[in-house]
């Protein structure tokens, strides 16, 4: 197939490693003509465009497209793209993300291009004023006329596009975000070793959450239940993964408390670090109050880590009360604290949620399932559009 892909940006993150690892699969394991469209690398995270490079996959820099609303460049963006799109000439355009989801499926459309879109995330969500909501769902409701089928990335996604009004859910399939699972089945360097390096004893009982220092992010939810964990099981030491805005603040919060001894910051680590980090942890937290399916959690059940998460989302797809962790009601504290506490003080329990969720979503997760059941949406796109012409 002849297939292009247009993501906003392609930075070190969930939607755009799902979409690195699509384009990846599409070229690699069916020799697909693929290329992949975004924009510039900006932003503290990291860019994934020199590996895509160093694959072999064909990527084309846009400069005007990114993620900040600006009307001149947004349609000089646009207008960039159907050129783009008339030069390279594919069989199906594949967009991601909300921004490059809206001028992706126009410009596709204008050109008579069938198109796929990924949901990664919900655009409009908890957190949002009632008139930014407003707007997304009106660009939701239109972009998805102009496409032939929506992916959601959990079920949840298509029930929150559906009730809006966005599409009816014949539209949608879910497909899981895949990943590379190797690493988180088969620890890059012993946890022993990771553990003595941060400062962390054999007998203590490491709680990690991965995650940008940001709101909505939950954090403060943790950091909250860290006093009574640690009346309770003073053996818990708390890994937070990541960097942002927030960090200050945060360690202000925790010395208040008196808890400075009890957390770990790692700040800003490479994707190639984070299996290794989970592998450390003897316990993954989720606490956000909005995401549609955290990576972070089939990545810690698949290193055979119990997962406590709110109930947000698509959390509940894989976070399976007493099977594989506990999923508790969001902004909860005195839950959080307990739940932490339980599995802190019995490793058997631990294991066994653990073990579950590996057996479980192992295979689920693999990029190469999701690269297959993606293909056969194309593959249906244009057997239908076949039919119909």
């Known amino acids: ?24 699969g599409q070229l690699r394991d069916y020799d697909d003509d693929v290329t992949l469209i975004t924009g510039p690398g900006l932003g503290p995270e990291g860019s994934l465009v020199e590996r895509a490079k160093a694959e072999g ?29 008339r030069e390279l000439n594919p069989e199906i355009v594949h967009t991601h993300s909300s921004k490059a989801g809206v001028l992706g499926r126009a410009a596709a459309t204008t050109l008579g291009i069938p198109v796929v879109h990924t949901i990664h995330g919900a655009s409009f969500h908890y957190g949002q004023s009632a008139v930014t909501q407003r707007i997304y769902i009106a660009a939701e409701k239109w972009a998805a006329r102009r496409c032939a089928k929506l992916i959601s990335v959990c079920d949840a996604m298509t029930n929150q596009y559906v009730a ?102 790692t700040g800003l680590v490479p994707p190639a670090h984070v299996p290794e ?8 937290v989720h606490t956000s109050e909005w995401e549609g399916l955290a990576r972070v959690l089939p990545q810690g059940l698949i290193a055979g880590k119990p997962v406590v998460s709110y109930d947000v989302d698509g959390a509940r797809e894989v976070v399976l009360p007493g099977e594989t962790g506990y999923l508790l009601p ?10 932490i506490c339980e599995l802190a003080d019995d490793p058997e329990l631990r294991d066994r949620l653990g073990q579950t969720g590996r057996e479980r979503f192992t295979n689920r997760f693999r990029h190469e399932t999701m690269t297959a059941q993606i293909r056969e949406v194309y593959q249906a796109v244009l057997n239908d559009g076949a039919q119909n012409s």
């Open 330 to 339: 969001p902004q909860s504290v005195e839950e959080l604290a307990t739940a």
């Open 57 to 85: 996959i064909d990527i084309r820099i846009l400069p005007e497209s990114q993620r900040s609303l600006h009307p001149f460049r947004d349609w000089r963006c646009y207008r960039k793209l159907i050129a783009m799109l």
């Open 164 to 265: 809006a009004g966005i599409a009816p859910p014949e539209k949608f399939v879910t497909i899981y975000s895949g990943m590379e699972v190797e690493p988180f089945l088969h620890p890059p360097r012993p946890p022993e070793e990771v553990r003595r390096e941060l400062g962390i004893a054999d007998d203590q009982i490491v709680v990690g959450k991965i995650g940008r220092l940001f709101h909505l992010k939950g954090h403060e939810f943790l950091i909250r239940a860290a006093r009574e964990v640690i009346r309770r099981s003073p053996q818990v030491r708390f890994l937070l993964v990541g960097d942002g805005i927030l960090r200050q603040q945060f360690e202000a919060d925790i010395a208040r408390l008196g808890l400075t001894d009890h957390f770990i910051f």
């Open 1 to 24: 197939m002849r297939i292009v892909h247009f993501i906003t940006r392609l930075i070190v993150g969930g939607a755009q490693e799902n979409t690195f690892l699509t384009a990846l």
């Open 277 to 284: 980090l989970i592998h450390a942890m003897d316990v993954v």
